[in-house]
């Protein structure tokens, strides 16, 4: 029982004399084994060269694109193709187009009919509403044809299930066929189109609210 007691027996200098050699080891691993952030890694010369987009043009390319470039958004892909090579830099984007900036849309609300009821609503759909009415004719084509396009797929399908005496000529299939791949695909086209012009005069508006917001602040 003695040697037990005598073991647990430990004396504080003796304790305390063994840690400035543990934290020494300790130092000298954690030196050993430092070694720089990424940022200070230079790169191998032996590394693809960074791509870059040309800024040659001040505006975005969207306006200088053929008919079927915008309409299947290949303008774009420049800016995708960098992206997917390295991470996308303010340099890299293009400029803001001169009828999205807020010196243009801002403009547009600075005589506001103060006397008539809701004139800021009222400014809104006469500057911004008004002049897109494409957006609403383009939502009435995508409703039309999310509209006859099951027509088609039901008169198609009926036409298959039913007799040979009963059903309707090939051609008719066909043209059924063709008229519903066709509704798809200009519904998708439009739809997107239609996303894009909403898009921009959101944003258009939010660039005109914020410019007046600033303007009355200061």
Avoid at 45 to 68: K, M, R, V
């Amino acid at each position: 029982m003695q040697k037990i007691k005598d073991v647990f027996r430990i004396s504080p200098s003796r304790t305390y004399s063994s840690l400035p050699s543990s934290s020494s080891s300790s130092s000298s691993s954690a030196d050993t084994s430092f070694s720089p952030p990424l940022s200070q890694h230079t790169p191998s010369s032996t590394s693809d060269p960074i791509p870059h987009i040309d800024q040659s043009q001040h505006e975005s390319p969207e306006y200088s694109s053929s008919f079927l470039s915008r309409i299947t958004y290949m303008w774009v892909q420049p800016l995708l193709k960098v992206g997917y090579q390295r991470p996308i830099q303010e340099t890299d984007i293009w400029a803001l187009p001169a009828h999205l900036a807020c010196s243009k849309t801002g403009d547009r609300l600075k005589h506001l009919d103060w006397n008539r009821k809701n004139p800021l609503l009222y400014a809104i759909i006469r500057e911004f509403v008004l002049p897109n009415w494409k957006i609403p004719v383009v939502r009435l084509i995508i409703s039309f044809f999310m509209f006859v396009n099951p027509f088609l797929l039901r008169y198609l399908v009926s036409n298959l299930k039913a007799p040979s005496g009963q059903s309707e000529g090939i051609w008719f299939l066909w043209l059924a066929a063709l008229g519903l791949f066709a509704g798809a695909l200009v519904q998708s086209v439009f739809q997107h189109a239609n996303y894009w012009m909403g898009l921009q005069v959101g944003l258009s508006v939010r660039g005109a609210l914020m410019s007046e917001i600033s303007r009355k602040a200061l």
